[in-house]
């Protein structure tokens, strides 16, 4: 084919910093590659009918909005790497678009993306994808193409944190139908990039309505976690490791779990569920196992004992562990066993569970070392008035948020070192998995308070921001007038809607590293400068000297 066999530049590891074109470094091929590019375009043509539905005053259906809440979450960096379930979901969507395109009025002209009726065969999808291409139209303007991915790649981080607010049986209405709003915009060749910029932010918005709704769920069905220890080392017995973000694929596996001598570990963004007092409860929930996404390969290695993968991020599974790594929800890859849900969300885990019956698990325990979480929003701020008057009496100098993901590439030793560098007298709050990179070191305390608060996964970027308004409001400041740095790295698409988030709530001078995404122009990047004094981070000390100037 003349052409380059795919092109995706959604994720930090990208190749040479500019876009994957050959095969994704992350094991993505072209041929899904180019699949997921087919499906965006088809969750765009569905919600050019359902924007007009919409402003006719029509309900749209939440199995469309599932359904596309789904196709954005299924083409996150390190979700579904199966052939079968793309061409699966293409074909969805087609008989999603036949049918919407009966409810429109006939004689409105819609763009290419509503238009197009997929072919056949999957070989013939292929070909189409070209024309779904990011780079397809090499004429658009480079600031358009750059905020059209940047709404599309925030999205798909909303998308992540929705659908997991959906499990819990929440949802919210506005953000349900932003989905199509921003996904009709992307396809609007007539917004300015005034007009992009707006959407860009809208979506920041609607990334806050998100994981406020999410926050909600958790707490709501889990209660607000409280410190807690966990044990990061193995014990004697067959196990299970639980990783992603998905609260409610852990707490059905513990429900099915219980009394079979089974011991649940958590993995990754999983951890902070060791915090929640309705999944703390299960004893056999023991400890955390594991580094973060990228050890994976390393860490599971022929382990006597079963994985369940419940969102992002999966690798290529070894064949010494292809046979007792489960995927679930919309994660996927072809030849590993997947666990379905019935028409209510339930999951029966039998076949994981007898398979880490039947591996054993491990023959002895190692001595236990804990580290601790439980730190959102509620438990913190519960010590707000020792926090408040230590600030006062200059015994708490600075807070630093460093947060985000943790990945491969080199360049994410600043975030440890910036981590061993933080003055005594500071505390550093963390989010999301990058926290792995310095959650095992001791920090002892400052002001009666550990000196590393775990706030949670990279949804709980909302509990941060509880937290620093409870803070701010307390000294009769904004968030920007507080002793507080943010510090973000990016990885994934998540961090992409953690980031406009906090650019949606005026948050400024934030640190981004380890890298700039090759998804934002230099226009665009001059944008977020000029407005929100965004930093590329440059070296830990002279971060933090930066950082140490600001106080109250
Ligand atoms: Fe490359 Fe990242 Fe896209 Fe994978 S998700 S193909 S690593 S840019
Ligand atoms: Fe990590 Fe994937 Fe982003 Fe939830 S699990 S933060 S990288």
Redesign the pocket.
Known sequence: MDRNPMFCYQCEQTAGGKGCTKMGVCGKTPEIANLQDLLLHQAKGISCYCVDLIEKGETIEKEIVSFVENSLFTTL??VNFDAEVHVEMLKKSQQIKKDLRNRVSGDKSYPDQATYNLSDTKEEMLEDSIKAGIMYDKDLNEDVRSLRQTIIFGLKGVSAYAHQARALKYEDDQVDNFYFRALEAVTNGNLSVEELIQMTMRTGDMSVAVMKLLDDANTTKYMHPTPHKVNVNIQKGPFIIVS??DLRDLEMLLEQTEGKGINIYTH??MLPSHGYPELNKYSHLVGNYGG??QDQQKEFDGIPGCMLMT???LMRPRETYKDRIFTTSVVGWDGVEYIPADKDGYKDFSKIIDKALELGGFQSSEKPKEILVGFGHNATLSHASEIISAVKSGDLRHFFLIG????ARPGRNYYTDLAKMVPKDCIILTL???KYRFNKLQFGEVAGLPRLLDVG???DAYSAVRIATALADAFDTDVNGLPLSIVLSW??Q??VADLLALLSLGVKGIFLGPSLPAFISPNVLQYLVDTFNLRPISTPEEDLKTCLQQSV
Do not use: F, I, L, P
């Open positions: 960096t390190n992603g973000h990754g963004e973060a996404w969102t992002n991020c985000g993901c943790d990945g999301a998995c990058g996964q990279c949804n990885y994934e998540k961090a």
